[in-house]
């Protein structure tokens, strides 16, 4: 069975940039669906940003949250993805989850119960 981990979580001054990683074992996800959620305690998972391939073609797309700074990379070498976000703020503090499905989707990719795989996460602080 495919496994994802979480890498690239840590410590990062307001203003500065940091880029998570996932890596999959088990299995190939180059045709599946990739995405970042995350979550604070108390509040529901958040969509992040996710990947998926139409016609050869990774289409990528981003949550509010980090439209505009984030920018998501899917390496097919490594099998895997990764995001870098820009500007960090302390409400980007979140534990960081890696999730991938091997249906696409439509319009339901942005919703926590389309993905059937899961990492352990990773957590980001962002402090002043």
């Known amino acids: 069975q495919v496994q994802l981990v979480e890498s690239g979580g840590g410590l990062v001054q307001t203003g500065g940039s940091l880029e998570l990683s996932c890596a999959a074992t088990?299995?190939?996800?180059?045709?599946?669906?990739m995405a970042w959620f995350r979550q604070v305690p108390g509040k529901a998972r958040e969509f992040v940003g996710s990947s998926r391939r139409i016609h050869g073609t990774y289409f990528r797309y981003y949550g509010d949250s980090v439209r505009g700074r984030s920018t998501i990379s899917r390496d097919t070498y490594k099998n895997g993805m990764s995001i870098q976000i820009n500007s960090l703020k302390p409400e980007d503090t979140a534990v960081y989850y890696c999730a991938a499905s091997p249906q696409l989707g439509d319009e339901t990719f942005r919703k926590e119960s389309h993905y059937s795989l899961w990492g352990q996460g990773t957590q980001v602080t962002v402090s002043s």
């Open positions: 088990g299995g190939s996800v180059t045709d599946f669906i």
